[in-house]
């Protein structure tokens, strides 16, 4: 038997997971300025959390999803996107509860599977980034969720990018563009896509996401939604884009738009990044919305609701060309050397002390010679090295060297208790 991976996913491996995790790390801390708690939802859900809230006639439901019947025959899917299980715990554990303060913001960092050709930047198994907030139907929600994600995208470095926005409007605007959608593709029906035939039935929006030749085509007259708000969807579109215009957030006025899942009303948004080093067209890099019935559809109560996801490994991929400094690896702070059999225990004792500071901190537990001790210590990146040898510890000293520039510094042991004090003298 062949042991290898399943298509689709890849093994990452140290030298990558440190990128991952630095990523990872600012988005939390980016998160948790703005009072986002993490949530952590199962990789698997009832299928049914996933056809109802992305919808039957969704790419996701149709063709993407992983799903199987397990040994109670019960139909499950793994997880395609992270908002319909954070809405699914957002019912069940009843957190729209009157001593739950509103908004209730939350963030998550997941796997997340679909079946599809894999490419750069996306494969079948991946991750992402997502925040959610419940509560509020405001239209300074909607901003704050689109100035999160335009932070966010600024502080780890991404550029060129640019804001695309759209409106779904209400429940009329809906119905009513709906039917404007048949009205305009029934007559073309039979030139469209199999795919686009079915969804002209089920949901006609969805031809508007269509990449297939046969259906773009018929695309650039297809009426827009723009054209069917009322003064209410108008209105409130209309704050919303003047907020951004006063914050300085530039964005573009998108009538193509409308994102891949059904539970979008109201708001949608993209950010998309222009890079020929990575796409020929400005490609989705952060995607959300306003959804203010999917709560009802999981038989919760009126909730509105708005979020962003994005997808992990694309932005790794845009970042690694556009802020390389990111992850540049800083190594570590101290490699102990040691020499002769009494020091070893010391070395430990050492190693414990520096690391319960804050220091990143390793030794050599294979005790090779001096040298390869020293070799190994500039492989790993250190920035000093410690010396201890016997004499060292008789008299109670060591030596600290700065790899940089040799700089060497003899200190007492007694002095490593306190090594913010010890940094200052070696960074004079």
């Keep these: 038997m062949r042991v290898q991976r399943p298509k689709g996913t890849v093994d990452i491996l140290p030298k990558e997971s440190g990128s991952w995790e630095k990523i990872e790390q600012k988005a939390r801390a980016f998160f948790k300025r703005a009072n986002y708690r993490e949530i952590r939802t199962p990789s698997f859900e009832n299928y049914e959390i996933f056809s109802r809230s992305s ?81 509020s139907e405001n239209v300074l929600a909607d901003v704050e969720t689109i100035i999160l994600g335009h932070d966010l995208l600024e502080e780890l470095g991404v550029k060129n990018y640019e804001l695309h926005l759209n409106t779904l409007g209400n429940a009329q605007v809906r119905q009513d563009y709906h039917d404007a959608l ?163 225990l010391k070395t430990v004792e050492i190693a414990r002390s520096l690391r319960k500071q804050g220091y990143k901190v390793q030794y050599d537990v294979d005790q090779k010679k001096l040298k390869a001790q020293f070799k190994k210590a500039d492989r790993v990146g250190a920035k000093y090295v410690i010396t201890l040898g016997a004499k060292e510890l008789e008299n109670g000293t060591l030596n600290i060297k700065r790899l940089s520039d040799g700089k060497t510094l003899a200190l007492n042991l007694a002095d490593l208790a306190d090594m913010q004090e010890v940094m200052k003298r070696l960074e004079d």
């Design 55 to 135: 919808g039957e006639s969704s790419d996701v439901v149709e063709k993407e999803m992983y799903d199987f019947n397990d040994k109670g025959g019960r139909h499950i899917a793994l997880r395609p996107e992270g908002t319909a299980g954070v809405v699914r715990a957002y019912v069940e554990d009843k957190i729209y509860g009157p001593d739950v303060v509103k908004p209730f913001n939350v963030y998550y960092i997941e796997p997340t599977y679909r079946y599809e050709r894999p490419q750069a930047g996306r494969q079948r198994e991946f991750h992402q980034i997502g925040v959610e907030s419940f509560g």
């Design 182 to 344: 048949v009205n305009y593709f029934t007559p073309l029906k039979e030139q469209l896509s199999e795919d686009s035939q079915r969804r002209l039935q089920m949901n006609p929006l969805r031809i508007l996401d269509s990449k297939d030749e046969r259906d773009k085509q018929f695309l650039p007259d297809a009426p827009k939604i723009i054209d069917y708000l009322d003064d209410e969807a108008k209105a409130n579109f209309g704050q919303i884009t003047k907020m951004l215009d006063q914050l300085g957030v530039s964005y573009v006025l998108d009538d193509d738009l409308v994102r891949g899942l059904d539970y979008y009303t109201g708001i949608i948004f993209e950010f998309m990044v222009a890079d020929k080093s990575l796409w020929e067209s400005p490609t989705t890099i952060l995607g959300g919305g306003r959804y203010d019935h999917l709560v009802e559809e999981f038989t919760g109560p009126h909730t509105p609701a708005v979020g962003f996801g994005i997808g992990e490994e694309r932005l790794i991929l845009v970042l690694k060309k556009q802020n390389p400094d990111l992850f540049v690896d800083q190594g570590i702070d101290f490699f102990i050397t040691n020499i002769g059999a009494d020091t070893q």
